[in-house]
């Protein structure tokens, strides 16, 4: 092979390629935020993860409410004689009511009590005038109810049947996440120009990955559910959009103060007056937004020349009947960046598998050399065998944008 002669100055044109030397940064950059606020609350805070023994990762637990003292009026309640008749056509649920139960008539404001019913519900139910002769009003408005307030009583009166409600059954399944990373004898021995390659720092990020994953699925599940395989299982849980059914609020457009306030005071009606609030970024925009058209600046000319900060950034809300603490969590982005959900503290907790003998934990570990024996190179198992649990789901809401 000949040579090859080079005339003149040597300039940056004149030299071999692949001997120049690349000046590359050795921080390989990763887009951030890196950000999992519900998944970290629920793991890093002094809210205590509970133990799953069961082998099918499936957990339970039981619920009664109080005893209902409402029911609708959904259709026109004529009179029968002085008395109104509640039927399973006319009213929600007629099997609430108790015989001497007094009742209030919303529409009306009448009382009046229940002279007649079967043991056990199930029959028609007589309301007649609380003094025992005066005629009743028809209703009509099915926008009110008639509540239970109090019982009509003789002295050395007889015993009537109990009537409670009884207690249901509610369970979830856990969610296995893992991921291997795995990489070649010479990979691990050779060089790279950057960080971020190499089989610790890319453990790093899997755990990143994973975390990232175990905090979209406690947000989206929807469905929970097993499948059989030979002699073994997978299972998925809900996340909040499969528990939440109760509290679901929908707006168009951009969410105003009047319809988010709605939507607290509706979540305020059970459980504490204490809430955690987490929403998506467009939606917290419109939160902010609304505080910020409420707050002023008043400052004096002199103080105007040190001013540099302007906006509302508030972490709690207040109202009449309960506060709310505010968090932004940036996976709730795309569709859901309008979406935001209202969180009983109490009634909300991490479930994970109990420790594997000889493996360690199964709430989150990284197992090195998983690889085969034989193996040339290295293998990392990350591994998380966890599920989201709430409890009292009418404590809980979602509002989200059409």
Avoid at 166 to 185: D, K, M, P, S, W
Wanted: aromatic fraction near 10%; include cysteine.
């Amino acid at each position: 092979m000949s040579d090859t002669v080079v005339t003149g100055a040597r300039g940056a044109e004149g030299l071999v390629a692949s001997n120049v030397y690349r000046d590359i940064d050795k921080l390989l950059l990763k887009l951030e935020p890196f950000q999992v606020p519900l998944s970290s609350w629920l793991m890093l805070s002094k809210k205590k993860s509970k133990q799953v023994d069961s082998p099918y990762a499936k957990f339970e637990w039981y619920e009664a409410n109080f005893f209902p003292d409402a029911t609708s009026v959904t259709a026109a309640i004529t009179l029968t004689g002085s008395t109104l008749v509640l039927t399973s056509s006319n009213v929600d649920n007629r099997t609430i009511f108790g015989l001497k139960d007094i009742v209030l008539m919303e529409e009306t404001g009448e009382e009046g009590y229940v002279s007649s019913v079967t043991a056990g519900g199930g029959s028609d139910v007589v309301i007649t005038h609380v003094d025992g002769t005066t005629t009743l009003t028809a209703l009509a408005d099915t926008t009110c109810v008639i509540r239970i307030i109090g019982k009509r009583v003789f002295d050395y009166d007889g015993r009537t049947d109990e009537k409670s409600v009884q207690e249901v059954n509610y369970y979830n399944y856990l969610n296995i996440f893992r991921e291997f990373v795995q990489t070649a004898g010479r990979q691990l021995a050779g060089k790279n120009y950057t960080d971020g390659v190499s089989h610790k720092d890319r453990v790093n990020q899997k755990v990143e990955e994973i975390r990232l994953q175990i905090e979209r699925y406690f947000i989206y599940g929807k469905q929970r559910g097993y499948k059989a395989s030979g002699n073994n299982r997978a299972t998925w849980g809900y996340g909040l959009d499969g528990y939440i059914t109760t509290n679901v609020e929908t707006y168009s457009g951009s969410l105003t103060e009047p319809v988010w306030r709605a939507f607290l005071k509706t979540t305020m009606a059970k459980g504490t007056n204490k809430k955690l609030y987490m929403g998506g970024t467009d939606q917290m925009d419109d939160i902010e937004m609304f505080m910020r058209d409420y707050y002023q600046v008043v400052q004096t000319p002199k103080e105007f020349g040190l001013f540099k900060e302007f906006g509302a950034s508030a972490e709690t809300y207040r109202m009449f009947n309960g506060t709310v603490t505010l968090v932004w969590n940036p996976q709730l982005n795309y569709k859901a960046s309008n979406s935001g959900y209202v969180l009983e503290e109490k009634n909300i907790s991490l479930r994970h598998m109990a420790d594997e003998p000889g493996k360690g934990s199964r709430k989150f570990r990284i197992r090195t050399n998983t690889q085969d024996p034989d193996a040339d190179g290295m293998e990392t198992e990350i591994l998380a065998d966890v599920g989201l649990e709430l409890k009292q789901e009418p404590t809980h809401g979602k509002i989200s944008q059409l």
